[in-house]
T-cell receptor, first 116, second 113 residues
């Protein structure tokens, strides 16, 4: 069974500071990993995904994440936070086995607050 | 370009009443379709997914059902709502079976009274 742990339900950073949102996964097979962002009262938007190619994945809005197999981690980072980054972020893992629709297991989310 | 429509945006229903939430996708063919529920302070829970017309897989035994009468239409239903059915319901689609749901609708906030 797969699982995802997002450390820190709330993270607060100053505008211009580094953003680091942590995600650790558990999977019996090499996983696919995803980060999504959700703005209030909206659906989720895919930020980036890792599907066994390059371990450093660049996404939209200046975010990137690095897959570290030895640490079973897929932390999300952004060098300089912007006020518009304030949202909830979800990490997710899927079993890349084919034949059925890809089913993701989501973490419980991290709410990012950006202060002036 | 592909778009996903989900309605209604908000819904208040009494306990025991029926439910029908609709989701449609435009600009793609034979998408994989998903229904998720997001409870307050929790992550997303996959409820149903579908790889084709009439093909529905249920992930969690519950008071809800899903149907896919057309290629790009996915409906979430209930005959009798429970208080525990309250939550934020999200429809999503993906182009293949490997990449996960990549496009989400804006969700329906369902409140049961």
């Amino acid at each position: 069974a797969q699982s995802v742990t997002q450390l820190g339900s709330h993270v607060s950073v100053s505008e211009g500071a580094l953003v680091l949102l942590r995600c650790n996964y558990s999977s019996s097979v090499p996983p696919y990993l995803f980060w999504y962002v959700q703005y209030p009262n909206q659906g989720l938007q895919l930020l980036l995904k890792y599907t066994s190619a390059a371990t450093l994945v660049k996404g939209i809005n200046g975010f990137e994440a690095e897959f570290k197999k030895s640490e079973t981690s897929f932390h999300l980072t952004k060098p300089s936070a912007h006020m518009s980054d304030a949202a909830e972020y979800f990490c997710a893992v899927s079993d890349p086995g084919g034949g059925t629709a890809s089913k993701l297991t989501f973490g419980t989310g991290t709410r990012l607050q950006v202060t002036l | 370009s592909q778009t996903i429509h989900q309605w209604p945006a908000t819904l208040v229903q009494p306990v025991g009443s029926p439910l029908s939430l609709e989701c449609t996708v435009e600009g793609t063919s034979n998408p994989n379709l998903y229904w998720y529920r997001q409870a307050a302070g929790r992550g997303l829970q996959l409820l149903f997914y579908s790889v084709g017309i009439g093909q529905i897989s249920s992930e969690v035994p519950q008071n809800l059902s899903a149907s896919r009468p057309q290629d790009r239409q996915f409906i979430l239903s209930s005959k009798k709502l429970l208080l525990s059915d309250s939550g934020f319901y999200l429809c999503a689609w993906s182009a293949d079976s490997y990449s996960g749901p990549q496009h989400f609708g804006d969700g329906t906030r369902l409140s049961i009274l």
